[in-house]
């Protein structure tokens, strides 16, 4: 039992370069969240899903977006990284109960 | 909007005595939750508390939430050099059923001897 995992665990961009961040879950959760976290500053929304087939922009959706792949994955997409999108990158996942549980994250470097 | 605010945001603690960390939040809210963070992993989930008057206790660590006052608190008992970490509350409110969380700006705490 993996519980969230993510790829890749580092990358280096150059600006206007594109990414995908791939995230998956085995917990049968219904529902999947990107943050990004930067010092001082805590987690923040970028997208979530509620469920498969739905996608809803969080607190700072702008330069990304997502794809609910199917029910266990989960996929962030940088289109034209920016240097602002330096950060550090989480996805999770909740089931009925509601508690998040979280991968081991993306380090990520736009130069 | 809803704001969730924790103190202090830094502190550092003596071994063996007792802290507190503070978690303020603006909206109504039935359900809270409290994380810890070791230094470039991951977040691990602490605590949930469900409801008003809710206590949790594990090891050292306790926490209670007063859903009047729209307060938690994390109480540290004889800290030890092993609860270095930060630590993060986060809220989802009434208004969201489908578990979105605001977080807090999290407290780094460093224990030394």
């Known amino acids: 039992n993996a519980g969230v995992t993510q790829t890749p665990k580092f990358q280096v961009l150059k600006t206007g370069q594109s990414m995908t961040l791939q995230c998956a879950q085995d917990m049968n959760h219904n529902s999947m969240y990107w943050y990004r976290q930067d010092p001082g500053m805590g987690l923040r929304l970028i997208y979530y899903?509620?469920?498969?087939?739905?996608?809803d922009k969080g607190e700072v959706p702008n330069g990304y977006n997502v794809s609910r792949l199917n029910k266990r994955e989960f996929s962030l997409r940088l289109e034209s990284a920016a240097p602002s999108q330096t950060s550090v990158y989480f996805c999770a996942s909740s089931g009925a109960e509601k508690t998040q549980y979280f991968g081991p994250g993306t380090r990520l470097l736009v130069l | 909007e809803l704001k969730v605010e924790q103190n202090p945001l830094f502190l550092s603690m003596q071994e063996g005595k007792n802290y507190t960390i503070y978690c303020n939040y603006s909206t109504t809210s039935d359900r809270l939750y409290w994380y810890r963070q070791d230094p470039g992993k991951s977040l691990e989930s602490l605590f949930v508390?469900?409801?008003?008057?809710a206590v949790k206790q594990e090891g050292r660590l306790m926490a209670s939430l007063d859903t009047k006052a729209r307060l938690s608190t994390l109480h540290i008992t004889a800290a030890v050099h092993d609860l270095s970490a930060t630590y993060f509350c986060a809220v989802n409110p009434d208004t969201d059923s489908w578990g979105k969380l605001q977080f807090g700006a999290g407290t780094q705490v460093v224990v030394t001897p």
């Open positions: 899903s509620a469920s498969e087939g739905t996608t």
């Open positions: 508390l469900l409801s008003n008057g």
